[in-house]
């Protein structure tokens, strides 16, 4: 109940969507996007990313970022006084979102369009990671996770009361045979509810066979 009642008191300002345009506090829902962190380490972006990546740093599943969205498109960009992310506000997020950039650039891209101060926008994305319950099998596996699609959806909705197949969009590129999970999309209502996905999260992961590379 308290979790509901901060969270409400948060974002409570933000409406949902009329006329189109980046217009701050002005969306229909939101997606938490939860990156497979593995994956990003074995790309080329990752090989040089000490922070999330070095040897020992063992991290699963991390924020990508909180995205308000309109049932079709998203604002992005919206105006600000608060371009600057504070040295305190990022040191509060490496844990869950190991990329000093990253925390940077999801502020200015999205988080200026929640409608809510830049605090109350890290600390929004803060309750929601720990409102997801990861199933025991993704939280540190020390081998390959063979999987697919579907099984990963369903692990999670046996996970997490109230959440639904509709309610989550696996991302993996373009692959049709096997591919590698690059994100988990959680969609949530404008109080932080578990609610359905609009459009935008149409185009999921088609692949038969999805990796999940070990956590190093």
């Known amino acids: 109940m308290r979790f509901f009642t901060a969270l409400l008191m948060l974002l409570m300002f933000a409406c949902p969507a009329g006329a189109?345009?980046?217009?701050?506090?002005?969306?229909?829902?939101?997606?938490?996007?939860?990156?497979w962190s593995p994956t990003?380490?074995?790309?080329?972006?990752?090989?040089n990313d000490n922070s999330q990546c070095a040897p020992g740093r063992r991290f699963a599943f991390v924020v990508h970022g909180l995205?308000?969205?309109y049932t079709k498109g998203w604002p992005e960009n919206c105006e600000t006084r608060e371009g600057w992310v504070e040295e305190g506000t990022i040191d509060s997020m490496?844990?869950?979102?190991?990329?000093?950039?990253?925390?940077?650039?999801?502020?200015k891209k999205h988080g200026t369009c929640a409608g809510v101060s830049q605090a109350d926008y890290f600390r929004a994305v803060r309750l929601l990671f720990e409102k997801i319950r990861i199933p025991a099998r993704y939280l540190?596996?020390?081998?390959?996770?063979?999987?697919?699609p579907d099984q990963l959806v369903t692990d999670f909705v046996k996970t997490n009361r109230d959440l639904t197949a509709s309610m989550l969009s696996v991302q993996c590129g373009?692959?049709?045979?096997?591919?590698?999970?690059?994100?988990?999309?959680?969609?949530?209502?404008?109080?932080?509810?578990?609610?359905?996905c609009g459009t935008n999260e149409q185009h999921a992961c088609r692949a038969r066979t999805l990796v999940m590379p070990h956590v190093r």
């Open 20 to 35: 189109r345009g980046p217009q701050s506090g002005v969306f229909d829902y939101f997606v938490l996007s939860l990156s």
């Open 94 to 107: 490496m844990k869950i979102m190991p990329s000093r950039k990253l925390i940077i650039h999801e502020w």
């Open 174 to 196: 373009n692959a049709r045979d096997e591919a590698r999970l690059s994100e988990l999309r959680v969609c949530l209502d404008r109080r932080g509810n578990f609610a359905a």
């Open 67 to 69: 995205w308000p969205q």
């Open 40 to 47: 990003y380490c074995a790309s080329p972006a990752g090989e």
């Open 140 to 148: 540190s596996p020390t081998a390959d996770v063979t999987t697919t």
